[in-house]
């Protein structure tokens, strides 16, 4: 039954997250992602294909055929594949849906392969046929197809969950889901053009690819010349991204599944890696067992400043983004532990490289508890091929650690800290806020600290809260390395005397 007038946002938020209700007891917090996204997307598939029907029947009629009817078709729906079939089906409704999906797919390999992802839709231990059949009968209650509910309205709701669904399993969601407003202050900054490619290598639900999109639009442009890439490790996060990308009518996007460090998927036929004008990216932190085995002779020729510890892969990340970006108009941001400011070893060898290279442009410190699965603060790196005359031989450190709102269960920024911060790294430091401290600080300055980019060495008194813990890690690494190197020498002359 179609919708008499447009839904407002809230009525969408509660309609699907009473969806969401329906599965809760019986399904995990964690999988319900897994069941609603897929069946709100074929829903909205489904009367998508009607609405497009219903206007190929009014200008030829109803004996139109199936072949100029295709041409009026967004994806095309095999014959017994459509809502309606599924609602006649008197049982087996968890059969019903993977045969429809996995049939859909099929007539859409190009644009809609494996986007359904995998849940076990006719497992009744993971989900009761009971509990399937009312979510089935709740997403019936509404046509979703674009005149019904447009594409801001469906695609606020699917943030929405996002958030909710994050909220609810904190642990595991920080692999799919960034806070909007850290990917709108990544994506303000990087400022993105109607001509750039822009690539996401942990790209999650996508969010920094439609935020790019976003940020085009709202400053009046068009996304028409855009192209949009992201590649992701897990199944259900790379279909949730695909669903999230068309439902935000970012159509121009490619998503594909392999571990990025590893097997890198945007790559030439000589194994040459593609280069966009920006990336983006909020990757895993400190990452274990990422491949370091590999990356002495990486093909792809990423370690470019060396290669970082076997057991800590967050410069891998930051290596691998900057040989991602094109050599003149490339533009990198990325979220990144503290620790990657002042960590030792193979870490400092790397940054330190990057210093002298003039291509990290800016560090904003955030506030803790921003992020899903971890209370530490995390900082917010930028690199750029070619940087403005009066950034050259400097970078500009930004303290925003005191700028937050305190919720129930993590910290979060409006949308005014997200503004002033931005004001802030326009003025390249000289515009002052309320709570943020910035400076510019050469070279020269730096290398007097050993290449040491620990924000409190630069900006002490507004970021004292954070430096005491910092200082403290970096004097105890320095104190450890040369502790090692003391025990190595000392074991070197006993055994020359003949002790060991």
């Known amino acids: ?32 992602r897994d069941f609603v ?45 459509h809502w309606a079939d599924l609602r006649r089906a008197a049982e087996n409704h968890g059969v019903q849906i993977q045969k429809i999906m996995q049939k859909i797919e099929e007539a859409n390999p190009n644009q809609l392969a494996q986007i359904f992802g995998n849940a076990p839709w006719a497992d009744h231990n993971k989900m009761p046929p009971e509990r399937l059949e009312k979510l089935v009968n709740h997403f019936s209650q ?96 790379a279909a949730i991204g695909r669903m999230n990308l068309f439902i935000h009518e970012v159509e121009d996007a490619q998503i594909r599944r392999e571990d990025t460090l590893q097997k890198p998927k945007f790559v030439d036929a000589k194994g040459k ?125 930004i303290d925003a650690s005191k700028r937050f709102g305190k919720g129930k269960a993590q910290n979060f920024l409006t949308d005014e800290d997200v503004e002033e911060v931005f004001s802030v790294y326009q003025s390249i430091g000289e515009t002052e806020k309320t709570n943020i401290s910035a400076r510019l600080v050469s070279h020269d300055e730096i290398e007097a600290n050993n290449w040491d980019l620990n924000i409190g060495r630069y900006l002490k008194a507004d970021a004292a809260e954070v430096i005491n813990v910092q200082d403290a890690l970096a004097t105890f690494d320095q104190a450890r390395t040369e502790l090692a190197a003391a025990e190595k020498e000392l074991l070197k002359k006993l055994k020359a005397a003949g002790y060991a």
């Not at 598939?45 to 029947?57: F, N, P, R």
């Open 37 to 81: 996204f897929p069946l709100l997307f074929l829903k909205r598939l489904s009367d998508t294909w009607d609405e497009e029907q219903e206007k190929a029947v009014k200008k030829f009629g109803k004996d139109i055929d199936d072949e100029t009817a295709a041409d009026f078709h967004t994806f095309q729906i095999p014959k017994g594949c």
């Open 273 to 397: 890696l593609d280069q966009f004008d920006l990336v983006v990216a909020n990757p895993p932190f400190s990452l274990k067992d990422w491949g370091a085995d590999k990356w002495a002779t990486d093909p792809h020729k990423r370690a470019i400043g060396g290669v970082p510890p076997k057991n800590n892969g967050d410069y891998a990340w930051v290596q691998h983004m900057i040989a991602s970006m094109k050599p003149e108009t490339g533009r990198v941001g990325v979220v990144m532990p503290h620790g990657v400011l002042f960590r030792s070893g193979a870490e400092g060898a790397i940054r330190k490289h990057l210093i002298e290279s003039d291509l990290l442009e800016t560090i904003i410190g955030l506030a803790p508890n921003l992020f899903y699965g971890t209370t530490i603060p995390a900082s917010l790196m930028f690199f750029r091929a070619t940087k403005d005359k009066k950034r050259k031989k400097h970078i500009l450190f």
């Open 142 to 237: 509404r046509n979703l197809s674009p005149s019904n509910v447009s594409n801001d309205l469906l695609g606020g709701g699917y943030e929405f969950l996002l958030k909710r669904f994050s909220d609810e399993s904190s642990t595991s969601a920080g692999q799919f889901f960034t806070p909007r407003a850290v990917v709108h202050l990544l994506v303000r900054i990087l400022g993105p053009k109607p001509t750039d490619s822009v690539y996401d290598p942990t790209c999650g639900s996508a969010g920094m690819l439609i935020e790019a999109a976003t940020e085009v639009k709202q400053s009046g442009g068009s996304v028409q010349r855009m192209r949009f890439y992201g590649q992701e490790v897990n199944q259900t996060s």
């Open 1 to 32: 039954m179609a919708d008499q007038q447009q839904p407002t946002q809230q009525d969408i938020e509660s309609w699907l997250w009473e969806a969401a209700n329906i599965l809760r007891g019986p399904v995990d917090p964690a999988n319900l």
